[in-house]
């Protein structure tokens, strides 16, 4: 059984840092995502990483501020978040599935978790 848990979030002062983790268990060589949901918009890609680490993917709105990692001898995937804007607010939902930007590639999704921002 495939399951996806995030953990992490929380309340960070705009300009701080914050880093989610998503564990991962139940599945092998996957593509790992993070997107994002705020109240009354659309979900949104953040970032991804292929199964090895090699490739990463990163939204405009996040390049040179978010960093996506992952530890496969854990079953772990990590977003670090620096230099957060109150715009980022949301929640984040890490998702496997084969790669990419659109959320139509990730077969699994996890729970949430949410990202306050205080300004």
């Known amino acids: 059984q495939v399951q996806l848990v995030e953990s992490g979030g929380g309340l960070v002062q705009a300009g701080g840092s914050l880093r989610l983790s998503c564990a991962a268990s139940?599945?092998?060589?996957?593509?790992m995502t993070w997107f994002r949901q705020a109240p009354g918009k659309e979900r949104e890609f953040v970032s991804a990483i292929s199964w090895s680490g090699g490739s990463t993917l990163y939204a405009d709105s996040v390049k040179g501020r978010f960093t996506i990692s992952r530890d496969n001898a854990k079953n772990t995937v990590y977003l670090q978040m620096n230099s957060v804007k109150p715009e980022d607010a949301a929640v984040y939902y890490c998702?496997?599935?084969?790669?990419?930007?659109?959320?139509?590639?990730?077969?699994?999704w996890g729970q949430g978790t949410q990202v306050t921002v205080s300004s």
């Open positions: 998702a496997a599935g084969r790669g990419g930007t659109e959320a139509g590639n990730y077969d699994y």
């Open positions: 139940g599945l092998t060589f996957y593509a």
